[in-house]
């Protein structure tokens, strides 16, 4: 999240824009803002088709909720996790179920909330209950 944070240069001089990554591990492989979230989404997408990138190996993040409309398109490119700074529909939640797709939500910083796959995920630092 700290190197995500890092990318956001848009955001940060003029607000209102949001922001999509395609990532390995830690490593960011193609960052973009747009005003509209589904054409962040979907300059990613042309990224991976144009470079041969395959998805199932690699996070998708954004800024914004995660629809059912990103988690289809998340699944459609082979990305196994969505992770977003914002929020979720219900909807999107039905979709991740549908497709068995990692859903991660209101991550900022060292928190966040597992949605749907948590039994997937592996802890540096298990969560208490």
């Not at 409309?69 to 914002?86: D, H, T, Y």
């Not at 219900?90 to 948590?118: C, D, N, P, W």
Request: hydrophobic fraction near 40%; charge should be positive; glycine fraction near 10%.
């Amino acid at each position: 999240m700290t190197i995500l944070r890092h990318h956001n240069e848009v955001y940060k001089q003029a607000g209102a824009v949001h922001g999509c990554a395609l990532c390995q591990g830690a490593e960011i492989i193609f960052f973009c803002e747009d005003v509209g979230r589904h054409n962040a989404v979907d300059a990613i997408a042309g990224y991976m088709w144009l470079h041969n990138i395959a998805g199932d190996d690699k996070i998708f993040y954004t800024t914004g909720r995660l629809t059912s409309e990103m988690v289809i398109k998340a699944a459609q490119m082979g990305i196994p996790v969505l992770l977003s700074r914002s929020g979720i529909t219900q909807m999107g939640l039905e979709m991740a179920r549908r497709t068995g797709m990692i859903l991660i939500s209101r991550a900022k910083g060292r928190h966040f909330l597992v949605y749907h796959r948590h039994d997937k995920i592996i802890y540096d630092d298990p969560p208490r209950r």
